[in-house]
């Protein structure tokens, strides 16, 4: 007959098994408890980065219910595309969505950042599905330990100031513009005449309302949902520069999913990138509307800026090894 400190003991044992395979279920993804992937983007609430990540992590949360879950963060509340790019490298995050700052891990992404490159959206899709395009830009990249599952949308960009209409890249000069990080902006809105200076997203309100920067270039989505528009008064329809956004996955957090769930990571990650697409239009006209109670809006002469930009395809062209090649490609897909 067993003893009462004997049951007790045994079931101080059964009770230790229990709880360890339930560490062990949780640990491996396959308990009560998801494994949580966090998912980083500088958007504000009402842009299309949130929306788009929305979306994302509601399809996967619903595909691999109890196994993994998406969780966003969004307005930069995991830092800014720098400190994100750092920390996914070193485990603080294992996805986000970055879009200039790709021409800084390798230089081709530079390709993105020419002016007028893009007719249009179905343009756009095409680059993103070429085999060319996809072997000389995304599938290097787990060398520098990232990995490229889709190419969503940032969108076509205009520019918004508070001096004056921009018809001509001469109404540009002397304007202290707000650009995102990486050289080839930089270069561009020289070659136009402006002043433009790097600057954080999430610095960008402030530094408009306080007279620091003259204005700004992002897509309406970007505008609105910065609130850009409360401090400008002006926006001129350039669509100078088509920015695609990345969803990209940690390499190392990569090769420690199981293969089921690595391919409805990479499935969602493209359907995602056609739904971004779709709503950058929708977003555009339903926008352009909006802002146009507050800011005066005017076309701009496109010819002129094409032209304008002319000395920018020619330093890719030489900075870039292999840049003409990839300028060639995506014109070829138009």
Do not use: C
């Not at 070429?130 to 990232?146: M, N, R, S, V």
């Not at 561009?188 to 002043?195: D, I, K, L, S, T």
């Not at 949902?225 to 400008?232: A, D, L, P, S, T």
């Amino acid at each position: 007959m067993r003893t009462v400190g004997g049951r007790q003991r045994f079931l101080r044992a059964v009770l230790a098994v229990m709880v360890g395979l339930a560490a062990i279920a949780v640990a491996t993804g396959h308990g009560t408890a998801a494994t949580t992937i966090r998912m980083g983007h500088v958007g504000y609430p009402g842009s299309l980065l949130a929306v788009a990540n929305d979306e994302f992590a509601k399809r996967v949360n619903e595909a691999l219910k109890g196994k993994y879950e998406v969780k966003v963060f969004h307005s930069s509340q995991l830092g800014s595309d720098e400190e994100m790019l750092k920390g996914i490298k070193v485990g603080m995050l294992e996805m986000f969505q970055p879009s200039t700052i790709m021409s800084t891990v390798d230089p081709k992404f530079g390709v993105f950042e020419m002016p007028y490159l893009f007719k249009d959206r179905v343009h756009v899709k095409k680059v993103a599905e070429d085999p060319q395009i996809k072997a000389a830009l995304f599938d290097p990249l787990p060398e520098k330990g990232l990995r490229l599952l889709g190419m969503w949308e940032n969108g076509f960009r205009v520019i918004t100031n508070n001096v004056r209409p921009i018809v001509k890249p001469e109404d540009l000069k002397g304007i202290k513009l707000r650009v995102p990080s990486g050289v080839w902006r930089v270069k561009m809105f020289r070659a136009y005449g402006a002043n433009p200076t790097p600057l954080a997203y999430g610095e960008v309100f402030a530094a408009l309302q306080a007279g620091v920067m003259d204005g700004q270039e992002n897509p309406f989505p970007q505008i609105w949902g910065g609130k850009f528009y409360e401090v400008q008064k002006y926006l001129s329809l350039s669509d100078h520069v088509y920015t695609p956004a990345y969803s990209i996955v940690s390499d190392r957090f990569w090769k420690t999913l199981p293969p089921d769930v690595q391919q409805v990571l990479a499935k969602i990650s493209v359907e995602v990138g056609d739904f971004a697409r779709s709503e950058g239009a929708r977003m555009d006209k339903e926008l352009e509307e909006k802002m146009a109670k507050s800011l005066k809006i005017n076309a701009v002469d496109k010819d002129a800026f094409v032209a304008a930009s002319k000395p920018v395809y020619e330093d890719f062209a030489k900075e870039v090894k292999g840049g003409k090649e990839l300028v060639d490609r995506i014109l070829s897909l138009r």
